[in-house]
């Protein structure tokens, strides 16, 4: 039996015998309640408690057993309460049993806490890489890889989780070959089984739902994401007037606007990018993100990401897109600028990288995942009561989601908007599911949250063999 299965065992273990600690309890609590006190040794006032403590215990052994966290806390505490009563009594066996269950409970909380935080081994890491590089087609593939995800491999894929509270946040769809979705979901639900977890799926695909309804998950639309197609991306037109304003701002006023694939970073540009991620990180303490890019870590520099970067009239590098490549597509990933820069930086960047994508021969740009944004789009086919109802539903989350804001700037490059979903287990377990979301992505407090820790980068970036020199293609102005 490996380590982990005995690990497992004694939980179960201790499960059993808190049932049958809990049983002797209520035995016992009876026992007085029919005037036989003196036998038990247990004063007539105590027998409410320990009648309430056994039926309280036996109550939470089945969460014991499948290792809710919560539950467990609770079952320690009522160990600890029985045991006292049972040392009034002078039953010194009773309360030896019930104070040694207590502490190993609490020792296999604090050894789960242990085992379950944290980041991937270099070996893990590893061939997690070489899975995405063989199969990571999907837009939020690149972001398996945060140091702040444990990995779980199966059928020949992966898939990355943060565990919060009795809850796997899995990160999107599992990668792996073809027809292995399934696979590789059954063997981590199984696992988190006998962890006592319940498993959401956040940021899922609409290409995987019918694997998830057949597992008895059950999926809920939480948003959408903006892609753009290169091949017919155009700055002219009235449909994109403001856009091509915004580019040719930036010029007037000097800046420089130009993109550089990974292979063509040289030591200096990449000594550059990270002098503006850490400004930009000190001016932005609280960094949201968890399925959906890589947050407040650093990205290895691979040779087909794409930067999208912008000069002052000075000279000096202020702001840096990076957009990573996986497949046929690329995601935008970070978007970082400090010091003063001019209105509409932002939308050049992005026109300079589809322009780039577009002679690169990439087929779609991934942008922004906006939240809800299928209930704020205005050319949504609903009707104008409909559409303002849900406007109103919403307007307390807009100051803490920017929801509006990213709906609006990515529909200036005229996107196909695609759905992302939340998987969760029923819909009883929806209100929990959203929850341990807002956690990971950093709008909520996490418990025991470990993410501050982890921002340095613990990752080295991968450099390639060989580059090549600067190329020559400057979309928007030239560096200078």
């Known amino acids: 039996m490996s380590l982990w299965a005995r690990f497992l065992s004694v939980r179960r273990a201790a499960a059993l015998a808190v049932m049958l600690l809990a049983a002797q309890a209520i035995v016992v609590g009876l026992t007085v309640a029919h005037g036989r006190a003196a036998a038990t040794g247990v004063a007539e006032g105590e027998r409410p408690l320990m009648l309430a403590i056994g039926v309280a215990l036996l109550t939470l052994a089945p969460r014991v057993w499948r290792g809710a966290r919560t539950s467990t806390a609770l079952a320690i505490g009522g160990l600890i309460a029985l045991a006292g009563l049972e040392a009034l009594a002078a039953r010194w066996a009773p309360a030896a049993v019930e104070g040694t269950l207590a502490g190993v409970l609490a020792a296999w909380s604090a050894l789960r806490e242990a085992v379950d935080t944290g980041g991937p081994t270099e070996d893990e890491w590893l061939a997690a890489r070489a ?106 037109g009235r449909a994109v007037r403001k856009l091509r304003q915004s580019v040719q701002r930036a010029r007037r006023r000097g800046w420089s606007i130009y993109t550089r694939l990974g ?152 996107p196909d908007w695609r759905p992302r979903y939340l998987v969760c287990e029923s819909p009883a377990a929806l209100p929990s599911a959203i929850l341990r979301v807002l956690q990971a992505e950093g709008h909520l407090p996490a418990p025991r949250d470990r993410r501050a820790q982890l921002a340095a980068d613990t990752r080295p970036r991968t450099r390639p063999i060989a580059r090549r020199p600067a190329s020559p293609r400057e979309p928007v102005g030239s560096p200078r």
């Open 131 to 236: 899975i995405l590089d063989a199969y990571g087609t999907d837009s939020l593939s690149p972001f398996l890889l945060r140091p702040d995800k444990r990995l779980a491999f199966a059928a020949g894929g992966v898939l990355a989780y943060r565990v919060i509270g009795s809850t796997a946040i899995v990160s999107a769809d599992p990668v792996g070959p073809p027809g292995s979705v399934e696979a590789i979901l059954k063997a981590f639900r199984a696992h988190a089984r006998r962890m006592g977890w319940r498993v959401v799926i956040w940021g899922a695909s609409a290409r995987h739902l019918d694997v998830y309804r057949s597992l008895g998950m059950f999926p809920v639309r939480a948003g959408e994401e903006a892609f753009v197609d290169p091949r017919s991306f155009t700055l002219e």
């Open 263 to 414: 292979r063509e970073v040289d030591p200096a540009l990449e000594a550059e990018i990270d002098s503006v991620a850490a400004r930009w990180r000190l001016e932005h303490p609280k960094i949201l993100g968890f399925a959906m890019s890589m947050g407040p870590f650093g990205s290895e520099l691979r040779a087909d990401d794409l930067f999208a970067l912008a000069r002052s009239p000075e000279g000096e590098l202020r702001a840096v897109m990076r957009f990573a490549r996986c497949g046929d597509l690329l995601s935008l990933d970070t978007m970082q600028r400090v010091g003063e820069t001019p209105n509409g930086l932002n939308e050049a960047l992005v026109a300079a990288a589809i322009t780039a994508a577009r002679e690169l021969g990439v087929a779609e740009v991934s942008l922004n995942y906006a939240g809800l944004a299928h209930l704020l789009r205005r050319d949504r086919p609903r009707g104008r009561l409909a559409r303002a109802l849900s406007r109103a539903a919403l307007l307390p989350l807009r100051g803490h989601f920017q929801m509006d804001r990213l709906v609006r700037f990515n529909d200036k490059f005229s």
